[in-house]
């Protein structure tokens, strides 16, 4: 196995355990980590961990805490992989590429740079000055990709915006006005699903008052997102989101509200359902999706199919 692959091979893992950490990290990024060590003509892994919870220590520190006392002298001659830049800033734990030079390892393996400016490539050099072998970029793009709420939050000073409708057919959200159940049982339950993953959730004044929805998360389990209604006299307000440490929204209309996101590209991401066995006479159009949206995923669940968008 090349060095190449053996890398991007543990760097896998890494991603693995980061997702663990998806519901309570949070306002940090998901990071994982493994520690691997030379034996005979392979490899093992001898220590593995993630950032369980924002505050307490980070996926370099619980991989380090996760080697047994008689590996500990392999560290010498060993690679650790993160998936993300090492932290070389006191915050609420110390910085790990402190921890990672005391612990005398041979080779650190990156994912991808830590664009929050506390970091910005401060981690990597310092290992490197600390005569240790650094490589970064392996499976950058899913590193990055994992990570894009935090990355967008703290590069546009703005929340991660999802886009997010349910539509007809025939291309509608409604039946002439009315509520219209387009989701299924499970679709639904995806729906709750991406509620407790993000941080709040909007809708203009008309679907709030037209629908009354809970927008809460019912069907799955985790935190109700931060409830948001705009109108005329109460804008959307990005500064104050961000301020708040807002680092992702979902906007579920109605279809003015949607309209005025995508006009303004104020938009990361666009989620349309659609239930193909479902057409209605007349209602409310869906929006039309933006030229420089191309598709990232396509799900299909029965008649509904979840087309996601992301910017070209």
């Known amino acids: 196995m090349s060095n190449r692959t053996e890398d991007e091979k543990y760097m896998r893992r890494c991603l693995q355990l980061a997702k663990q950490g998806r519901q309570n990290a949070k306002p940090n990024p998901m990071v994982g980590a493994v520690i691997v060590a030379p034996q005979a003509q392979t490899t093992r892994i001898i220590g593995e961990g993630y950032?369980?919870?924002?505050?307490?220590?980070?996926?370099?520190?619980?991989?380090?805490?996760?080697?047994?006392?008689?590996?500990?002298?392999?560290?010498?001659?060993?690679?650790?992989?993160?998936?993300?830049?090492?932290?070389?800033?006191?915050?609420?734990?110390?910085?790990?590429?402190?921890?990672?030079?005391?612990?005398?390892?041979?080779?650190?393996?990156?994912?991808?740079?830590d664009e929050f400016a506390e970091v910005q490539g401060r981690g990597i050099r310092k290992l490197r000055e600390a005569g240790i072998e650094v490589e970064v970029g392996v499976l950058e793009e899913e590193c990055r990709e994992l990570n894009r709420r935090f990355f967008t939050f703290h590069r546009e000073h703005r929340p991660y915006i999802i886009l997010k409708w349910a539509q007809t057919a025939n291309g509608l959200i409604d039946d002439h006005g009315k509520p219209l159940a387009i989701s299924t049982d499970f679709t639904r339950m995806l729906n709750h699903k991406l509620r407790a993953e993000e941080d709040a959730i909007l809708v203009g004044r008309v679907t709030n008052e037209r629908e009354h929805p809970q927008l809460t998360v019912?069907?799955?389990?985790?935190?109700?997102?931060?409830?948001?209604?705009?109108?005329?006299?109460?804008?959307?307000?990005l500064n104050s989101l961000h301020a708040h440490g807002v680092q992702?929204?979902?906007?579920?209309?109605?279809?003015?509200?949607?309209?005025?996101?995508?006009d303004d590209g104020l938009w990361d991401e666009i989620r349309v359902e659609t239930n193909h066995q479902l057409t209605v006479a007349d209602g409310t159009r869906a929006p039309l999706i933006p030229g420089n949206a191309i598709v990232s995923r396509r799900e299909q669940y029965g008649s509904n199919v979840i087309i996601t968008y992301r910017r070209a």
């Open 51 to 113: 950032h369980v919870r924002c505050g307490e220590g980070h996926a370099e520190v619980n991989a380090f805490a996760s080697v047994r006392q008689e590996d500990e002298p392999l560290l010498t001659e060993a690679t650790i992989y993160v998936s993300l830049e090492p932290c070389s800033h006191y915050g609420k734990t110390p910085p790990c590429a402190d921890l990672i030079i005391k612990k005398g390892v041979r080779r650190v393996v990156v994912g991808c740079i």
């Open 218 to 237: 019912r069907d799955w389990w985790g935190s109700n997102p931060k409830r948001l209604v705009v109108d005329r006299n109460h804008p959307l307000n």
């Open 248 to 262: 992702s929204l979902i906007v579920e209309g109605g279809a003015k509200t949607l309209k005025k996101f995508i």
